[in-house]
């Protein structure tokens, strides 16, 4: 279990899966078959190590992204935007992920250059990407401006404001949450309904629909709606997501 996976779990009591429902992951880490009451997941590569692996395992439940990671770009090779181009060229289902820029890591203007080419590279290739932003929106936010992106995005993890979802409804942008104990972000009451998703960000099939049940009570109480319906229109929504990878 990777230390992302105990920081959402951490907290207190969790949800019951909601009986008779598969939910969907828009956002893992998990390079095996997802959990049995999860309908399918899309698992996001952080090194260029991840790339090929990720490949082997990609079928109609597990969707996959490749990308480099911000913590990682370090660990890039000199080529990698060939072999990324090459990988997408050969596999249409394939989406970029997980991109991005993180204030809290070095090398922020290496993080830009990366992010801005990986974004160059989606929008290339047509496919939606899932980006991290930890602190920085405001220069995604200019990268996104100078390309314009037609694509969807996916804002993983999703902890901006009000005003950054005003911004980011410019372009074709998902919300996706995450839930920390019993919390999710609050924006999860007044991100559109229609571009919600949920994830557990974990590499551990063990309690990934245990995270994702969770996050989804936690947007049902903030909406004051029906969680099963709107388990439903997540669903509906992942599939928008999936579906135009391919």
Known sequence: MNKYTKTLLQGGAHHIILKGMKYTDAHCHIFSAPADN??????????????QKLVQIADDRTRICIGIHPWYIDSAPP??????????????????GEIGIDKYHPDIDRQIEFFAQQIEIAIEMNRPAHIHCVGAWDKV??????????IPIIAHAFGGNTAIITALAEYNTYFSYGA??????????IAPLDKILVESDS?????????????????????????H?????????FTGVINYAG
């Open 38 to 51: 999860v309908a399918a997941q899309v698992c996001n590569a952080t090194t260029t190590a991840d790339w």
């Open 180 to 189: 920390r104990g019993d919390h999710v972000a609050d924006t999860a009451k």
């Open 203 to 227: 590499d551990a099939p063990s309690v990934q629909a245990e995270i994702l049940a969770t996050a989804t009570h936690e947007i049902a109480k903030l909406r004051e709606c029906d969680a």
């Open 141 to 150: 936010l200019h990268i996104l401006k100078d390309h314009h992106p037609h």
């Open 79 to 96: 080529d990698w935007a060939d072999c990324m181009r090459e990988i997408l060229l050969s596999n249409p289902q394939i989406m970029v």
């Open 229 to 237: 319906e709107l388990n439903e229109q997540i669903n509906k929504n």
